[in-house]
């Protein structure tokens, strides 16, 4: 298998860990070389390579010393690479996870190695060790005997107790990005001399989210189940990820409200059998790439689709950069909702809708800044002439204001302001009328304006 094939012999051969392995190259050159090691790190990066790599340097029998670039073609460097060398053992800490296992430990590191020239205690998964089996490791793993070394790797740092931390050298080991798996990838394609295009490879490199070896699987896959040249179309096909032309779709759907493209693509990601959430993650890196192609036109070494630097051109003149911003916002609440929702379906056609009616939308900010203008204020009454004769306080029968049945003055003067005010239609701004011609609905006052407002305590 390729994982296998083209596993790392050489610290020049790890891929995307640039920093450790110059790091470790130059601790051994220098001669500062720690007692124990610990490679941290998501799966499929490169820790157990490296503590093979490190392993040979420190034993490789071309040198005098440890030697920052081993041979590869010494006993103790074949048999490290093979893991069977009786003085490098590789110990699963998953299966040796109890004390009995540490104890055995111990009581090795105290006889010399058999042959080469450092014993090497190599432990994979480190963090399935029990509490007392790392505590028996205390003592010995902070003054070992001149002859031992450890080295530990394990993906779940979190469960490492700290005193076995605080007596190790960390490393920490990144995703590798998806570029540079694909750089990798043409390289072992045009070594197997299979014909594959640029962006089938990157498709795979993304598959492999940051791990080279889930990449390294998936290419192996590919590379089985294709007669001829290996294109984008066949990927999808045998490894059940969208294309990214769906996502191209959905980007024009979405700059041109097209809502039936859209229910259109979700029907055919479910009647292919599409991971929806895989989707949403590529739609969301597309989308990236379209904000990048607004902002910055002239670095096209950004894009993670370079190959679509035309069509991301494109659409940029087509989004606002709030659009946009909100696009990413609601694909990320989608992503998360798809994780628990009983009809992945519905919530994506939702999610994608949401991003179709998202122009016609104006942002929040600018509505509120609307909203919170103050009103025009009005012309002040003139006050009435001398002239004017005063009005007589009595009021005729035909006006006077009929009282309800059974309310007396004293009732009526008890009345609150909601309950002697009927509500009002009053006209709104500008902005809450599109609404309402969007979504429906009126604005009602329920009280006469100028009318004193309600105290707080009722």
């Not at 007392?132 to 001149?146: H, I, M, Q, W, Y």
């Not at 080991?173 to 394609?189: G, M």
Request: charged fraction near 25%; aromatic fraction near 6%.
């Amino acid at each position: 298998m390729l994982a296998l094939r083209y596993r790392p012999q050489v610290f020049s051969d790890l891929v995307g860990q640039d920093a450790i392995a110059r790091t470790l190259q130059n601790a051994i050159g220098k001669g500062r070389i720690w007692n124990a090691f610990l490679f941290a790190g998501p799966r499929g990066v490169g820790k157990t390579s490296t503590a093979r790599i490190l392993a040979k340097a420190l034993n490789c029998r071309a040198t005098d010393g440890p030697n920052p670039e081993p041979c590869g073609d010494c006993h103790s460097c074949r048999e490290i690479a093979g893991g069977y060398s009786r003085d490098v053992p590789e110990i699963d800490g998953a299966s040796h996870s109890g004390v009995a296992n540490a104890r055995e430990i111990i009581e090795t590191a105290h006889y010399a190695p058999a042959r080469d020239r450092f014993r090497i205690f190599l432990v994979d998964e480190v963090h399935m060790l029990s509490r007392e089996a790392f505590n028996a490791l205390l003592k010995t793993l902070e003054e070992p005997p001149p002859h031992v070394k450890f080295l530990f790797a394990t993906t779940e740092i979190h469960k490492i107790p700290d005193t076995i931390l605080s007596r190790c050298q960390e490393f920490e080991f990144r995703t590798v990005a998806p570029r540079v798996i694909a750089a990798r990838l043409r390289e072992i394609a045009d070594d197997q001399q299979v014909e594959v295009g640029d962006d089938a490879l990157h498709q795979v490199a993304r598959v492999g989210q940051g791990s080279l070896r889930d990449a390294l699987s998936a290419f192996d896959q590919v590379i089985g189940a294709v007669d001829g040249p290996i294109t984008a179309e066949a990927v999808s096909d045998i490894l059940g990820v969208p294309d990214v032309a769906l996502c191209r779709r959905v980007a024009a759907a979405i700059g041109e409200a097209d809502r039936g493209a859209v229910f259109e693509v979700v029907r055919e990601l479910v009647d292919g059998g599409r991971d929806l959430r895989h989707f949403v993650l590529l739609l969301t890196h597309y989308l990236r790439d379209v904000i990048v192609a607004r902002a910055v036109p002239k670095k096209p070494e950004l894009l993670e689709w370079v190959g679509e630097r035309e069509h991301l051109a494109g659409l940029a003149n087509t989004f606002s950069d709030e659009d946009l911003l909100r696009s990413l916002d609601v694909l990320t609440q989608a992503e998360q909702g798809l994780r628990w929702s009983p009809e992945p379906r519905f919530h994506l056609e939702m999610a994608l809708l949401k991003l179709v009616e998202m122009p016609r939308l104006a942002a929040f900010e600018d509505l509120v800044a609307r909203l919170d203008k103050p009103p025009t204020p009005a012309s002040p009454r003139k006050p009435p002439s001398r002239s004017t004769p005063r009005r007589s306080s009595s009021r005729s029968a035909g006006s006077r204001k009929r009282r309800a049945p059974g309310e007396t003055a004293r009732s009526r003067k008890r009345r609150t302001p909601s309950e002697a005010a009927p509500s009002l239609e009053v006209e709104p701004p500008p902005v809450v009328r599109e609404y309402q011609k969007a979504f429906g609905g009126s604005i009602v006052s329920t009280r006469r304006s100028g009318a004193p407002a309600e105290p707080a305590n009722g």
